[in-house]
Structures are given as structure tokens and as C-alpha cells.
């Protein structure tokens, strides 16, 4: 079946960059969505159809994609940034939604 | 506002049925589609299927396939999850999640989310 692939964990200083990776072999044709989700709460949307951020989430988070992967961006990340990171695509066969395993983001 | 809010937590014994319901607000139902996503205790987000408000067409990830229904009704703006045979390894935290999907671009982002329910299979 169909995967998305994200790194387990990414660990950063405050202030420094955080990149996130997802990589997928219908990347190319699909649009990537990041969510992030901090301990037993829904997830939120930070970046949508690649690149777009919703207007509630702060100009640091940013989105980009190449090829098979989209990356997630961290520009200056803060301590309340801490959280885990899903993607989330269409798979290849376009019928069906998917999510990467995640990835666990520390800031310290 | 748009607000998902999702039926209360459930325990099942294994091989029974559940059914979580998800009642939306302050926006068209029929203009978006609803997917479900669980999320076992300790572990990812898990996306379960999709289903259209709009005329009740839905996609199913093959996982779920027989085990699996949604529905919606439209006369109350309610979406259905029922999962039938439920295992232990069924416990896990059940989202409805607004979303849009068309055949050419594929699913669009889930940008209002459910408070989640609970449940929990177990004898």
C-alpha cells in the first residue's frame, strides 16, 4: 500500500530552522497538507495545498515541494512549536487519503 | 464559527458494533465531504475513509473495506462512522474532519476538526 515517509524525530535550539521532510512517489501530482498536533488535542492545520498557510498560523511555518517530496519549514522555531507533525496526501491510485508516520518536533 | 462536535466515548466489547456521530455547524453541509481519522493510543493519524455530504458517494481506505459504513444526514447535518468487529486493536481516538476531494486533484486539506472520540474495545 501507499506510504508517506517522515523522519521519526527533529530536534532543534530556539530560533534555529526545523525542516521536515515527507516523501511519497504521487508527491509530484498531489497536493501535501501539514498538520501539527500537541498532546490529545485534534491536529491543526499549518500548511496546506504545498505552500498556503491559513491565516492563524504564524508567518515561520512555511511549506515547499519538490519531485516526490514536500518539506515543512521552521523558520525561527519557538518552544511552543514542540509537537507532532503529520503530511497528508492522496495516494497514487486517487481515491484514497493517506498521513505520514509523523514526526515528533523538540525544541530545546 | 465551524463546529464539529462528536458523540462521547464508547466501550465495546470485541466482535460488537460502534457508531460515532458527528453534527456540524455554521457552514453548508452539503458543500464539503467529511473523512474520518483514527489515532491508537501512542501511535500516528490513521485515515479511514472519506465520505461526500453532498450526495453520500464515499471512499473507503482498503483497510476498512466491509468492516466500514459512513453516512450522513443531510436533515441534520450529521455524518456516521460505524465500524463493525471491532478488535482491541480497534481502540483508538475516532475524528470526523471537514475536507473537500475531487477525482482529479485528490483530497484537499481537513481544515475543521472533531474533539474526538474515544473508543475502546475491550472484553
Not at chain 1, 521552521?74 to 493517506?98: F, K, L, P, R
Not at chain 2, 467529511?34 to 483497510?63: D, F
Request: hydrophobic share 30%; glycine share 10%.
Amino acid at each position: 500500500s501507499y506510504e508517506l515517509t517522515q523522519p521519526p524525530s527533529v530536534s532543534v535550539s530556539p530560533g534555529q530552522t526545523a525542516r521536515i521532510t515527507c516523501s511519497g512517489d504521487a508527491l509530484p501530482k498531489k497536493y501535501a497538507h501539514w498538520y501539527q498536533q500537541k498532546s490529545g488535542r485534534a491536529p491543526v492545520v499549518v500548511i496546506y495545498e504545498d505552500r498556503k498557510r491559513p491565516s492563524a498560523i504564524p508567518e515561520r511555518f512555511s511549506g515547499s515541494k519538490s519531485g516526490t517530496m514536500a518539506t515543512l519549514t521552521i523558520s525561527g522555531a519557538q518552544v511552543e512549536d514542540e509537537g507532532d507533525y503529520y503530511c497528508y496526501s492522496t495516494d497514487s491510485s486517487g481515491n484514497h487519503g493517506v498521513f505520514g508516520g509523523g514526526t515528533k518536533v523538540t525544541v530545546l | 464559527q465551524v463546529h464539529l462536535v462528536q458523540s462521547g466515548a464508547d466501550v465495546k466489547m470485541p466482535g460488537a458494533s460502534v457508531r460515532v456521530s458527528c453534527k456540524a455547524s455554521h457552514y453548508t453541509f452539503t458543500s464539503y465531504g467529511i473523512s474520518w481519522v483514527r489515532q491508537a493510543p501512542g501511535q500516528g493519524l490513521e485515515w479511514m475513509g472519506w465520505i461526500s455530504a453532498y450526495n453520500g458517494n464515499t471512499n473507503y481506505a482498503q483497510k476498512f473495506q466491509g468492516r466500514v459504513t459512513m453516512t450522513t444526514d443531510t436533515s441534520t447535518n450529521t455524518a456516521y462512522m460505524e465500524l463493525r468487529s471491532l478488535k482491541s486493536d480497534d481502540t483508538a481516538v475516532y475524528y470526523c474532519a471537514r475536507g473537500t476531494y475531487d477525482i482529479l486533484t485528490g483530497y484537499y486539506e481537513l481544515d475543521y476538526w472533531g474533539q474526538g472520540t474515544l473508543v475502546t474495545v475491550s472484553s
